[in-house]
């Protein structure tokens, strides 16, 4: 069977994964990636539009494999209009993005992104000690989850031991109303999947003001010009970013330019125990898939 693993990878990774009989292609070498597509089966699918005109250039595809769980990358009607399964991996991932959560808040906390600037230049070390007075612990906080499946769910009891109070919302479970987790939270975690209905839903000027907002989710949750204003003016005390609206995020971005804003490049979800989980699951499915056997996670 022919599986295309597309992502930009490591070299070992690479080693790894043709050792499983799958060929690893880069997001970023969109010449390679269309010599491949007429011949592939199953796609390995993590970031990069799975587009309808991609699966149009993919006459013998017959499943779309999502490594992580979050599917408005792939156009599921696209696929469905030819048969083409699609699936996900619900949970391989879950222990990797809260950790990462956990990690922006403390980072936003203790401006770690000013500290660590300020240590590296001439002077610094003694001018990162006029940040103390805005410095925070995490115990003692009110946390607010938006949304509650496998990430907070691991997060809630993590965040209690550090002594916080924790609010959770989603449409299916919660503890407190939407307006009550915002208005009420010191720290506000994003964990919804991007779908019509949530896309700009999250407008930081809705949160209590001096609090911080960490999105490890999709950035399209986030009305960024509501975000940008909220940290400009003082009403949020920082943010901690994994995601954003358009991705790759240009350099140039003004978000980038806030001290306050602790960034990384949506790479929450990616640890070599994720991968080795992800693959695994992705690898049974292929060979179900090839047996004629139902698939797991396939997405309705």
């Given at each position: 069977?022919?599986?295309?693993?597309?992502f930009?990878?490591s070299?070992?990774?690479r080693?790894?994964?043709?050792?499983m009989?799958?060929?690893?292609?880069p997001?970023?070498?969109?010449a390679a990636?269309a010599?491949?597509?007429?011949?592939?089966?199953?796609l390995?699918?993590?970031l990069?539009p799975?587009?309808?005109?991609?699966?149009?250039?993919?006459?013998?595809?017959?499943?779309?494999?999502?490594?992580?769980?979050?599917?408005?990358?792939?156009?599921?009607?696209?696929?469905?209009?030819?048969?083409?399964?699609?699936c996900n991996?619900?949970?391989t991932n879950s222990?990797?993005?809260?950790?990462m959560?956990?990690l922006?808040m403390?980072?936003?906390?203790?401006?770690?992104?000013?500290l660590?600037?300020?240590?590296?230049k001439?002077?610094?070390?003694?001018?990162?000690w006029?940040?103390q007075?805005?410095?925070?612990?995490?115990?003692?906080?009110?946390?607010?989850?938006?949304?509650f499946?496998?990430?907070?769910?691991l997060?809630k009891p993590?965040l209690e031991?550090?002594?916080c109070?924790?609010?959770y919302?989603s449409?299916?479970?919660?503890s407190?109303?939407l307006?009550?987790?915002l208005s009420?939270s010191d720290i506000?975690s994003?964990h919804?999947?991007l779908t019509p209905?949530?896309?700009g839903?999250?407008d930081?000027?809705?949160?209590?003001?001096?609090?911080?907002?960490?999105?490890?989710?999709?950035?399209?949750?986030?009305?960024?010009?509501g975000?940008?204003?909220?940290?400009?003016?003082?009403?949020?005390?920082?943010?901690?970013?994994d995601?954003?609206?358009e991705?790759?995020v240009?350099?140039?971005?003004?978000?980038?330019?806030?001290?306050?804003?602790?960034?990384?490049?949506?790479?929450a979800?990616?640890?070599?125990?994720?991968?080795e989980?992800?693959l695994?699951a992705?690898?049974?499915?292929?060979?179900?898939?090839?047996?004629g056997?139902a698939?797991?996670?396939?997405?309705?």
């Open positions: 069977m022919n599986i295309v693993f597309h930009d990878g070299a070992a990774l080693a790894h994964v043709a050792s009989g799958v060929e690893l292609c997001e970023s070498d969109e990636f010599r491949l597509l007429p011949e592939v089966e199953v390995w699918h993590v990069k799975v587009t309808a005109e991609v699966i149009a250039r993919a006459p013998k595809l017959r499943l779309v494999h999502k490594i992580g769980s979050g599917v408005n990358t792939i156009d599921v009607a696209a696929c469905r209009a030819r048969g083409i399964e699609v991996l619900p949970g222990r990797a993005v809260a950790e959560a956990l922006l403390l980072a936003c906390l203790r401006r770690i992104r000013e660590d600037t300020a240590v590296r001439p002077g610094g070390w003694f001018e990162a006029n940040l007075d805005s410095f925070g612990e995490l115990g003692g906080r009110t946390v607010g989850l938006v949304g499946g496998a990430v907070p769910k997060l993590i031991a550090m002594g109070r924790v609010f919302w449409r299916s479970a919660s407190a109303n307006e009550t987790v009420q506000v994003l919804l999947p209905e949530t896309t839903m999250m930081p000027r809705r949160m209590k003001r001096g609090a911080i907002l960490v999105n490890t989710a999709r950035g399209g949750l986030v009305n960024e010009a975000l940008l204003e909220a940290l400009g003016s003082g009403h949020l005390r920082a943010a901690g970013l995601v954003f609206g991705e790759p240009r350099p140039d971005h003004p978000l980038l330019a806030l001290p306050n804003v602790v960034a990384s490049p949506h790479l979800w990616l640890t070599p125990e994720t991968i989980r992800s695994c992705a690898l049974e499915n292929a060979r179900r898939l090839e047996r056997e698939l797991e996670n396939r997405v309705a």
